[in-house]
C-alpha cells in the first residue's frame, strides 16, 4: 500500500501533473479516490476497527533536527493523504540501553541524523499511532484512551 504513495517520481512525472492539463489532475486524482475507497473497503472486509501503527520511527526528535527527518513522518503521510482520523498516545519510554542507533550498512545523513538525535533519550516517550476510518474519530479516541489507561503512562521525562 505504501508503494502507491511513495515510490519515486521524476521531476518530470511530478510536473507533468501539477501543470498538466485539467484532465490529467482529474485523472489523478479519481486514481487517489479509488484507492482511498479500496483502503477502507479492505479494513472494513477484515473487520478492522482501527491499526495501530508506529507513530515515528524515533522517540522524541531534537527541536533542530525536525527537518532532517522529514521521512520519519511517513507513518503519518499515508493516513493523512486519505483523511482518516488517526492520534499518537505515549505507550513507553526509552530505557536505558535503548538510547543508541547503528546500521554499519547505510551511513547516509538520514541514518546519521537518527544516530545523533537517540543520544541522550532515555526517559523520552515512545508513542504509536491509531488509525481509524472515516467519521470514526470517537472510536479512534475510545482506543486511544484505553491504551492510556493499560499502560498507565502518566511519568513526564526529565529533560
Given at each position: 500500500?505504501?508503494?502507491f504513495f511513495f515510490k519515486q517520481k521524476t521531476?518530470?512525472?511530478?510536473?507533468?501533473?501539477?501543470?498538466?492539463?485539467?484532465?490529467?489532475?482529474r485523472d489523478r486524482?479519481?486514481?487517489?479516490?479509488k484507492y482511498q475507497e479500496e483502503f477502507f473497503d479492505f479494513m472494513r472486509l477484515k473487520e478492522l476497527d482501527v491499526l495501530i501503527t508506529p507513530g515515528q520511527p524515533t522517540p522524541a526528535i531534537k527541536h533542530s533536527k525536525g527537518s532532517d527527518l522529514m521521512i520519519g513522518n511517513a507513518y503519518c503521510y499515508l493516513f493523512n493523504a486519505l483523511t482518516a482520523p488517526g492520534g499518537v498516545v505515549p505507550i513507553t519510554k526509552v530505557a536505558p540501553g535503548?538510547?543508541?542507533y547503528e546500521d554499519?550498512?547505510?551511513?547516509?545523513i538520514f541514518v546519521s541524523t537518527v544516530a545523533d538525535c537517540m543520544n541522550g533519550t532515555v526517559g523520552l516517550p515512545v508513542g504509536v499511532q491509531?488509525?481509524?476510518r472515516p467519521y470514526e474519530d470517537e472510536l479512534v479516541l475510545n482506543v486511544m484512551h484505553q491504551?492510556?489507561?493499560s499502560v498507565d503512562f502518566h511519568e513526564y521525562p526529565n529533560v
Open positions: 500500500m505504501f508503494f521531476a518530470y512525472e511530478i510536473s507533468a501533473c501539477l501543470v498538466g492539463s485539467e484532465m490529467c489532475i486524482y479519481m486514481g487517489f479516490k535503548e538510547d543508541k554499519p550498512k547505510n551511513n547516509d491509531v488509525v481509524g491504551l492510556e489507561e
